[in-house]
C-alpha cells in the first residue's frame, strides 16, 4: 500500500509540474524556463541531479534508469516530458539541447517497450496524454491536478 501511495503521489507530482511547464511556455511565452522546468521534474522523479543525468548521452540514460530500478510507470511520463522539453528548446533556439532530450526520449521510451512520435511532444498530445491518464484514475481519487 506505501509503495503504491508513493508512486501515485509521485506521478501526480510529475504530472503537476508537466502541467506548470506548459503554462510558463503558452501563458508566460517562455518556453527555455518551461523546459528546464521539465527537466528538473524528470531529475526529481527519479530522485537524481537533473543537470547529471540529462547530460548522458540518450543510450545511456535507460541504462541508468534501468539500473536504479524506475518504476516503468514512472518512465512513459518522463520520456513525454523529456520530448515536449525538446519542443520547448527548439522553440527557444536550442536545437542541440533539444535534439538529445529528443534522442533521451526516444531511447528510455525503446528501453520500457513503448512507442513515441514527434506528435508525442505537442502540447496537445501532452494534454490528451494527462487527461486519459487523470480518467483512468492514475493519480488516485484525490490527486488530480
Not at 41 to 52: F, I, K, L, Q, S
Not at 119 to 137: I, S
Request: zero cysteines; glycine letters at 6%; proline letters at 2%.
Amino acid at each position: 500500500m506505501f509503495e503504491r501511495d508513493y508512486l501515485i503521489r509521485l506521478i501526480a507530482e510529475l504530472g503537476a509540474a508537466i502541467r506548470r511547464s506548459m503554462s510558463r511556455a503558452t501563458e508566460d511565452k517562455d518556453p527555455e524556463d518551461a523546459a528546464s522546468m521539465l527537466e528538473a521534474a524528470v531529475g526529481t522523479a527519479v530522485d537524481m541531479d537533473a543537470e547529471t543525468l540529462l547530460s548522458l548521452a540518450p543510450e545511456s540514460i535507460s541504462t541508468i534508469l534501468s539500473v536504479s530500478g524506475v518504476d516503468p510507470r514512472v518512465t512513459e511520463y518522463m520520456a513525454r516530458s523529456l520530448l515536449l522539453a525538446a519542443r520547448y528548446r527548439e522553440e527557444a533556439g536550442d536545437q542541440a539541447t533539444a535534439a538529445l532530450r529528443r534522442g533521451q526520449a526516444l531511447a528510455i521510451a525503446q528501453a520500457w517497450g513503448y512507442q513515441l512520435s514527434e506528435e508525442d511532444g505537442e502540447a496537445l498530445a501532452m494534454e490528451a496524454f494527462l487527461a486519459d491518464q487523470e480518467a483512468a484514475g492514475v493519480f488516485g481519487e484525490d490527486e488530480g491536478f
